[in-house]
């Protein structure tokens, strides 16, 4: 390895910033909003009840998904102040399937395949400056997914 | 994992393709009993050790995970280091340079 002054200093400036953040809001998996059965439930634990519809989110999935073990979903949104972007599938058991946090420099615009048990409304909740907004996008499953 | 990259300009688009289950704890094998769940959890990307993408995800996402995540700000050389971790602990690291 290469050792200079400089990649030194980087490498040490770099672990004190890691370790100033022990497992902070970022590490942590929400697995009361992930394990929530209903989407009502799910939407409560992430504290986005009341969620509003906005077309600053645009949710992009397909009209019908002939295979619901891929469904290909794209979501985006021009709102300010995203602090998250998440996706739901409102008749999956577990609801909540994803949710993507914002750092500097990371477009709010996102690709992720899901699985989809039956036809069911997909919804993109996005928490934007304290509040929640959504886009809502129904699939047509033909073979579900969840299933064995 | 998988990792593509394309930069175009200060734009980087990125395609990672994880190798996993993604067992929801639903299904059942040939005998009869239920596969327990695992399935990534977390999937985290960092730029010299500065934290630029996060996803957290449940068991609704499908098996080998596509994710695409946009990066504005970047240069040719850039390493970008991906990391997943599933629910039971196990992680897997990789990463890729811009160029």
Request: proline share 4%.
């Amino acid at each position: 390895m290469n050792l200079t002054r400089r990649g030194m200093l980087k490498r040490v400036i770099a672990g004190s910033a890691i370790a100033l953040v022990p497992f902070g809001a970022f590490a942590e998996w929400m697995e009361a909003s992930f394990k929530a059965d209903s989407y009502s439930s799910a939407l409560t634990a992430m504290g986005s009840e009341g969620a509003v519809a906005s077309d600053k989110v645009t949710l992009k999935a397909p009209e019908i998904a002939e295979n619901g073990a891929v469904v290909p979903i794209q979501v985006s949104s021009t709102l300010e102040n995203i602090e998250s972007i998440s996706l739901l599938v409102e008749k999956n058991p577990t609801p909540l399937t994803a949710q993507f946090k914002m750092f500097p420099g990371l477009k709010p615009d996102f690709k992720i395949r899901v699985r989809m048990g039956e036809t069911s409304k997909v919804i993109a909740v996005v928490k934007a400056g304290g509040k929640s907004y959504t886009a809502e996008s129904e699939v047509k499953v033909t073979i579900g997914g969840c299933g064995g | 994992m998988r990792i593509k990259a394309k930069l175009k300009g200060d734009v980087a688009t990125v395609k990672l393709l994880i190798k996993h289950p993604m067992e929801s704890g639903r299904r059942k094998d040939e005998a009869g009993n239920v596969i327990p769940a695992k399935y990534v959890t977390t999937v985290t990307g960092h730029v010299a050790g500065a934290q630029v993408f996060e996803v957290n995800s449940g068991a609704g996402v499908s098996k080998n995970p596509f994710i695409q995540v946009i990066l504005t700000g970047r240069a040719i050389g850039d390493k970008i280091d991906f990391k997943w971790t599933d629910s039971s602990g196990a992680t897997e690291e990789d990463s890729v340079t811009l160029k």
